[in-house]
């Protein structure tokens, strides 16, 4: 499993943000794929996740109605897209093989999202 992270950067708070994520080494298109982030000194957490066919996607209480998580079978991607961000939202972000906490293979590099005024 490879996969390689980008689009992070820093932005306003209630500003927007469209992370992307190529994957490689699996077959993709069999495999739900998922957003973490991750605070130092804090566990990583879930932040949404997506079924394979793209048809279902789960969301943590604090994306709802913000991010929304999609997917390209046809690219091997997985993109995020975060509006309405808050300083909270700063953290590594790193995309994940596997549907909800079943994640599977090596994380990637992760990009940061830094949101500050």
């Known amino acids: 499993v490879q996969l390689v992270e980008s689009g992070g950067g820093l932005v306003q708070p209630g500003g927007s943000l469209r992370l992307s994520c190529t994957a490689s080494?699996?077959?993709?298109?069999?495999?739900?794929m998922s957003w973490y982030r991750q605070v130092p000194g804090k566990t990583r957490e879930l932040v949404a996740t997506?079924?394979?066919?793209?048809?279902?996607?789960e969301y943590a209480e604090f994306a709802k109605g913000r991010f929304t998580i999609a997917r390209d079978n046809s690219r091997n991607t997985v993109t995020l897209q975060m509006n309405s961000l808050k300083s909270e939202d700063t953290a590594m972000y790193y995309c994940?093989?596997?549907?909800?906490?079943?994640?599977?293979?090596?994380w990637g590099q992760g990009t940061q999202v830094t949101v500050s005024s």
């Open positions: 080494g699996f077959p993709f298109g069999r495999y739900g």
């Open positions: 994940a093989a596997g549907w909800r906490t079943s994640v599977f293979g090596s």
């Open positions: 997506i079924i394979y066919a793209g048809t279902k996607t």
